[in-house]
């Protein structure tokens, strides 16, 4: 099995990439779905967060108002912190859950948008970072969002930088040219990441 953590900036372009990725073969585990079920209602994961934010996070259908919670902690370092420590433990567990079940010889993609910023490179075998300039991600976070400019600034900011991402990447893929040339290139890593899930792994020494 080859890990793959997979990771870009809000607007960069990463859910395409992981669904080319997908259509290539690989397993995708998808932090940001996991996310939104850990916290579904009546799971533990919900209860734990309505005790540190109070009900005014909830919907009127008892489910997670996203965006009544992201305007709270996305204003503030510390709160975002606490939804942190509760969600990402979550995550983590039940992405183990679906690696394990995965084939032994799968290229399993972890699509995580915090990579960076949570330090998880050293979990997977490489990382891939999908990249775009920023003011590519600022268009498509207005234009296909449909967020303020204002908004989509703050999201970008608080994110990891563009070059911090690219320190952590083994494999950058450029979300900056038309699709034609982003499927050629997700072929192109694919390639390179069934030779390596194929290649024979170097015996543990003692």
């Not at 290539?24 to 540190?52: F, K, M, N, W, Y």
Request: aromatic share 2%; glycine share 6%.
């Amino acid at each position: 099995m080859l890990k793959v953590g997979l990771t870009g900036g809000i607007g960069a372009g990463k859910s395409e990439v992981s669904r080319l990725l997908v259509a290539c073969g690989a397993v995708l585990i998808d932090a940001d779905r996991i996310a939104r079920e850990v916290v579904a209602p009546g799971t533990p994961g919900l209860a734990s967060v309505v005790e540190a934010f109070g009900e005014e996070i909830l919907a009127a259908d008892g489910s997670l108002d996203r965006p009544r919670l992201g305007a709270i902690v996305f204003a503030d370092a510390d709160r975002l912190a606490t939804l942190n420590s509760i969600v990402h433990p979550l995550v983590g567990a039940r992405s183990r859950e679906l690696e394990e079940a995965a084939a032994e010889d799968a290229v399993v993609i972890h699509d995580v948008p915090l990579l960076t910023e949570n330090g998880l490179a050293p979990l997977y075998d490489l990382v891939i970072v999908v990249d775009a300039a920023p003011e590519t991600q600022l268009d498509r976070l207005v234009r296909l969002r449909g967020m303020t400019e204002e908004d989509a600034r703050a999201r970008m900011a608080a994110q990891a930088t563009r070059e911090q991402r690219r320190e952590i990447a083994d494999i950058v893929i450029d979300n900056d040219v038309p699709l034609e040339e982003l499927e050629q290139r997700v072929k192109d890593v694919w390639a390179e990441l069934v030779r390596r899930s194929q290649a024979p792994r170097p015996s543990p020494t003692e």
